[in-house]
């Protein structure tokens, strides 16, 4: 059975910093692209960041482009996501999502439980 | 981007009942597009990718149609589980975007 279990998130302040966490299980992790996926409340989801199963071509959001890092270790089947320089606009829950093929550019088959974040003062 | 645009937003509707909902993008994405049901305090859920094509383990009732930049999905004898909000996911071009939802509440 596939799961993706987020960690991570909470509450900072404006121009903060936090790191999420998405261990992954039941699945080749390598394998496979990942994705993190925002939805801030009572709106529609958006595409953050993604990586390939071999860490090559990050790709981000140009809302987050220069501020958040995404990475994965797969000897430890974990995705990551590096939020530095965070605004209110980045208040939502943040998703990691497995992704269909080895390569971005696809849809999502899985979906962790989410990690909420909150930026506020 | 490329936009991708929902109809109705929301919608009630009965038990038994046919719906469809309507799915809009600003250009042509062939048959790029997937549709996903959430449910409250839930992530998404993959119904259907191709625009057409029903993932493992999706009730029959679930029909997606469409290319090029209309799509529809449709579901046939409402059951109480499909009460939940649906987005449409365009993959033809970076960055992939979603649709703003479609919600369908009980009548």
């Known amino acids: 059975e596939v799961q993706l279990l987020e960690s991570g998130g909470g509450l900072v302040q404006p121009g903060g910093s936090l790191r999420l966490s998405c261990v992954a299980s039941?699945?080749?992790?390598?394998?496979?692209?990942m994705s993190w996926v925002r939805q801030a409340p009572g709106r529609g989801p958006e595409w953050v960041s993604d990586?390939?199963?071999?860490?090559?071509?990050?790709n981000y959001a140009d809302s987050v482009k220069g501020r958040f890092t995404i990475s994965r270790d797969n000897s430890k089947n974990t995705l990551y996501l590096q939020m530095n320089s965070l605004r209110a606009e980045d208040t939502a829950i943040y998703y990691c999502?497995?992704?269909?093929?080895?390569?971005?550019?696809?849809?999502?088959?899985?979906w962790g439980q989410g990690a909420l974040v909150t930026v506020s003062s | 981007a490329i936009r991708m645009t929902q109809s109705p937003s929301s919608f009630s509707a009965s038990t038994g009942d046919r719906v469809t909902i309507t799915c809009r993008a600003s250009q042509h994405i062939s048959s790029y597009l997937a549709w996903y049901q959430q449910k409250p305090g839930k992530a998404p859920n993959l119904l259907i990718y191709?625009?057409?094509t029903l993932q493992g383990g999706v009730p029959s009732r679930f029909s997606g149609s469409g290319s090029g930049t209309d799509f529809t999905l449709t579901i046939t004898w409402l059951q109480s589980e499909d009460f939940a909000t649906y987005y449409c996911q365009q993959y033809y071009g970076y960055p992939r975007t979603f649709g703003q939802g479609t919600k369908v509440e009980i009548k």
């Open positions: 191709g625009a057409s």
């Open positions: 999502a497995k992704e269909v093929l080895g390569v971005p550019d696809y849809y999502f088959d899985y």
């Open positions: 990586i390939s199963g071999r860490n090559f071509g990050p």
């Open positions: 039941g699945f080749n992790f390598s394998t496979y692209a």
